[in-house]
Each structure stands twice: as structure tokens, then as C-alpha cells.
């Protein structure tokens, strides 16, 4: 048997799992810096944080929706939740964080969803959706 192979796979796993838990500890720190702000306490009807029920039907909504509509805000959301200098990838890893904490399981966004959430944004400031 030979073990090149693995050898070979053995960086990019190692990799893959390092890439995933940067992106989680961002998210984390990020909801920490950011979020917790509101969503700790549910300051303007905000879903707290673990709060199940309260993030079901949001949850539902989708990761590239919700993802789009809060970070362009919503409801009482102000955009890029209140941080102007937020990026699309650290709002939707500190997002992926409270989902994954309150009910959901989604990834960190990879480049294809990033570009869908992306295009949601800009449809959102031309004002094609409400």
C-alpha cells in the first residue's frame, strides 16, 4: 500500500480544516465586536443570540437572502450592522456564527455564494427589491 497519496491530500485537509476554524474564530469575534451589541440583549426586537424560534423563520429565509438583507440592512438593522468598515465576508462569517448557534448549520460562504450575495446586495441598492 502506498501512502503518497496521502501524503500528498494531508496539506490540503490540514489546510481546509485551519480555513474553517479561522473563519469560525472570525465569526466569533466579529459577533463579539459587532453583533453582540444588539443581538445579546434583542435591542430593537433584534433575535438574541441562541434564541431558536426567533431565528427559525429567519434562518429560512436562506443564507444568501438574509446574508444580502442584513448586511444592506433591515427592519431595525442598520447596514453592515452599524460597523461601516465590516466586509461582506466578515458580516457573513459573524452571520454563519449566530446561525450555527441558534438552531442553524450553514457554511462559511465560499466564492460561488459570495458573488450571489453580493449581486442580492447590489439589486437591493438599485431598489429591485423591497
Known amino acids: ?8 491530500a494531508l496539506p490540503m485537509l490540514v489546510f481546509a480544516a485551519y480555513s474553517h476554524l479561522a473563519s469560525a474564530q472570525s465569526g466569533e469575534s466579529t459577533y463579539k ?15 438574541k443570540f441562541g434564541d431558536k424560534a426567533k431565528w427559525k423563520p429567519l434562518i429560512a429565509e436562506g443564507q444568501v437572502e438574509l446574508t444580502a438583507h442584513a ?6 438593522m442598520p447596514p453592515k450592522g452599524g460597523s461601516p468598515n465590516l466586509s461582506i465576508e466578515g458580516f457573513a462569517d459573524a452571520l454563519v456564527y449566530m446561525v450555527n ?7 462559511s460562504p465560499d466564492a460561488k455564494t459570495l458573488a450571489a ?13 423591497k
Open 1 to 8: 500500500m502506498s501512502f503518497k497519496p496521502l501524503l500528498f
Open 33 to 47: 465586536q459587532v453583533c453582540a451589541n444588539c443581538h445579546a440583549t434583542g435591542v430593537l426586537n433584534a433575535p
Open 71 to 76: 448586511y444592506f440592512g433591515v427592519r431595525g
Open 101 to 107: 448557534n441558534s438552531g442553524g448549520n450553514w457554511k
Open 117 to 129: 450575495i453580493n449581486k442580492e446586495v447590489e439589486a437591493r441598492k438599485a431598489g429591485l427589491k
